[in-house]
């Protein structure tokens, strides 16, 4: 039998269980997501690792640390499908956060999406810091104070931030995958299920060629394949409904055949991407 390793975000991801989960968006719904599709049309076992909100990191970790975890014998596909490069996860942490690059110069956004994140915090103190001032900040959990610590760390690095570095980082994860499953001879199929280049449209073009030299086998890496979804085939929150799911699990699978031929991508907005990582 033919095991599928499914990896990615809250595109893949099936999905939280308690009662008002926003990620309980699908279950809730009746909706199921691309790698149960892909497995019963294929008639595989599966098993999908997606944890919304995470990084590429956070995905070159899972799929590894599952096929590592899998016994001798079986037969492995691999299918990832990417998410966009601003993201930022602490493995081994239950911790994910979006951090968009807007926000570190608008201070209405930066209030209500990181509430006590304040800029003065953006120097690099050490995790002591928040340790020493627990009294002072309201948060009764210690994996609070060290998300806090972390978020200022990564406003820290991003002061001076250079977006085509953030890039490169996230294609070494996803060529590193790539060619691990090559050279171990396990069948791999990945794409970009968010864009590299959807919030720096003064100088698009500048990333674009930047992000040709990254060498990323993904047929969507500029805008991700989400953005070929029709209006009708996105929740409200603009995740994928079932109809979305379902042209996912086509573009795997017809990429699998050697049939997949790339969708005509078009610009939009970047608030509408704004909307979804956040949601």
């Known amino acids: 039998m033919t095991k599928l390793i499914a990896a990615g975000c809250s595109n893949t991801s099936q999905g939280g269980r308690s009662v008002g989960d926003k990620r309980q968006r699908y279950t809730s719904r ?17 098993v999908n690792v997606a ?5 590429n990191a956070f995905i070159e970790n899972t799929i590894y640390d599952e096929v590592e975890s899998t016994p001798n014998g079986v037969d492995i596909v691999v299918m990832s499908l990417w998410t966009c490069p601003i993201r930022y996860s602490a493995w081994g942490q239950e911790f994910f956060s979006n951090i968009m690059i807007s926000d570190l110069v608008n201070d209405d956004l ?7 994140i304040h800029r003065e915090d953006w120097q690099e103190l050490p995790v002591g810091h928040f340790n020493e001032n627990v009294k002072h900040a309201n948060w009764t959990n210690p994996a ?12 820290s690095l991003l002061r001076e931030w250079d977006y085509k570095e953030i890039m490169k980082h996230s294609a070494r994860s996803i060529n590193r995958t790539m ?5 171990i001879g396990i069948k791999n199929y990945h794409e970009s299920g968010l864009g590299f280049i959807q919030h720096q449209p003064p100088v698009r073009e500048e990333y674009i060629a930047y ?19 029709l209006e009708s085939e996105l929740l409200p929150c603009l995740h994928p409904n079932q109809a979305g799911q379902d042209k996912i699990a086509k573009m795997f699978i017809d990429k699998m055949e050697g049939k997949y031929v790339p969708l005509n ?5 970047a608030n ?8």
């Open 144 to 155: 609070d104070h060290y998300r806090r610590y972390l978020i200022c760390q990564l406003f």
């Open 265 to 269: 991508s078009h610009w939009i907005t």
């Open 51 to 55: 944890v919304g909100g995470c990084d």
């Open 110 to 116: 930066l209030d209500r999406a990181y509430p006590g």
């Open 30 to 46: 009746g909706i199921i997501t691309w790698p149960q599709v892909v497995a019963e049309r294929m008639g595989w076992d599966f």
């Open 211 to 229: 992000g040709k030299t990254l060498n990323m086998n993904l047929d969507h890496w500029e805008l991700g394949f989400l953005h070929e979804l």
């Open 272 to 279: 509408r991407f704004r909307t979804f990582i956040y949601d």
């Open 179 to 183: 060619n691990w499953l090559d050279d």
